[in-house]
C-alpha cells in the first residue's frame, strides 16, 4: 500500500524570546520522521513523506496515496491546529491514521476534554480558566486548595509547564500567570495540584480498545511537588525512572485501566492515545489530560512503555497501522 506521512518538522533553530524557548517543542525531528518511515516500510509498504502546513497541501494533492499516517501537529497558536490535517483529509475523502478532526480539536482543549469526562463520573482536579491577568483577582481563590499547577489551556509536550508552574500562593501564582501569559498568548488552565504517582496509560485499538501499557514516572530526586516538566522531559535519562508495569496495588491498576478505558470512548479517541493521570493520597486516579496524537519518536513515552513490553517500533507502528486499515475495511499488506 502507499502511505503518505504527514508531519510537522523541528526547525533546527527554534526561536527564543525573552520568555519561551519551547515553541516548537511538539514537533518532530527528521529522527523520528526516519523512524516512521522505516516502521511503516518493515510492515510491507511504501512511504511517501508529505510534510506538513502548505507543504502538506501540494503534496497531498499531487502524491497518489491511499492512506496516510498522520503525526502532524498543526501550525498556528490555533485550539483545532492539530484537526488541520485530518480535517483536508476528511475534505478529499482520504484515509488516515489516528483521531478524527472532531476528537483531536477537544482533545487539545485541556478544559473541554476535563468537562466532557467529568460528565460521565471521572474524577479531575478541580479547575480555573483565567483569559486575562486582570481577572485574576476576580476569581476567590479561597475555594482551592493551594499548592497551584498553571499551565497554558491548549498545549502540549510540557509546553510552559515549568517547575515554577506550582504555585504556593496568591504571589507566585501572579508572577506565574504573567509569565504564561507573556509566553504563550492564550488562556490557562489553574488546577488543584495532585501530588501522588504520576501514571501514562497508552491505549491501541478500536473494537474494543486496550490498555498497551502503563507507566509510572518516578522522579529520581525526592521532590515535594513533583512535575514531569519541560526542563524534566528534556533531561529524563537523569531526572526520572521509569516503571512499566507499575508496581502498583492490583485495584490502583484496575481503576487506572476502567478510568483510562472510559475516557478513550468518551473523547471518540480511534487506533491509539495516550493518557496522563496523577494519583492521590489513597490511590484515586485524577485524569490530567489526553493526548490522541502522541509521541512516537525514540524517547516518546508510548515507545519507552511499549518497549518495555516487549514491542518493538515496528510492531508498535504495525497495531496502529491494523487497527486504523480495518475501520476503513483496508487490507493489510496489500
Ligand atoms: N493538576 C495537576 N496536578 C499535578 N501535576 C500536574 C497537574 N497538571 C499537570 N501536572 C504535571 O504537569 C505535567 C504536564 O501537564 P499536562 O497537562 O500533561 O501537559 P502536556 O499536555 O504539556 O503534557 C503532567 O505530566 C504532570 O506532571
Ligand atoms: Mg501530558
Known sequence: ???????????????????????????????????????????????????GGKTFLDN???????????????????????????????????????????????????????????????????????????????????????????KPAHEGSSKGVRLSSVVMNMGELETEAKRQFDGYNQALIIEEFIG????????????????????????????????????????YLKQVDYECPPKLDTSVLQSLEDASLKIFNILGCRDFARIDFRLDNNGNPYFIEINPLPGLGNHSDLVLMADMMGISHIALIKKILATALKRYSLCINQ
Open 196 to 235: 501522588g504517582d504520576e501514571i501514562t496509560v497508552g491505549i491501541t485499538g478500536n473494537e474494543p480498545p486496550q490498555v498497551l501499557a502503563m507507566m509510572r514516572v518516578l522522579p529520581r530526586k525526592k521532590t515535594e511537588h513533583f512535575v514531569y516538566s519541560i526542563e524534566v522531559k528534556r533531561d
Open 1 to 51: 500500500m502507499r502511505i503518505g506521512l504527514s508531519f510537522d518538522l523541528k526547525p533546527d533553530k527554534a526561536p527564543v524570546n525573552e520568555y519561551i524557548d519551547d515553541s516548537m517543542e511538539e514537533y518532530d525531528s527528521m529522527e523520528t520522521v526516519r523512524l516512521i518511515e522505516s516502521s511503516i516500510e518493515a510492515n510491507g509498504h511504501q512511504v511517501t513523506l508529505l510534510g
Open 60 to 150: 497531498i494533492r499531487r502524491e497518489k496515496v491511499d492512506f496516510v499516517f498522520n503525526i502532524a501537529e498543526g501550525q498556528g497558536n490555533y485550539r483545532g491546529r492539530e484537526s488541520q490535517v485530518p480535517a483536508v483529509l476528511e475534505m478529499l475523502d482520504i484515509p488516515y491514521s489516528g483521531s478524527d478532526s472532531l476528537c483531536l480539536g477537544v482533545c487539545l482543549d485541556k478544559e473541554l476534554a476535563k468537562k466532557m469526562v467529568a460528565m460521565e463520573g471521572i474524577i479531575t482536579p478541580k479547575w480555573q480558566m483565567l483569559s486575562d491577568i486582570k481577572k485574576l483577582h476576580s476569581i476567590d481563590w479561597k475555594e482551592f486548595r493551594f499548592p497551584l499547577m498553571i
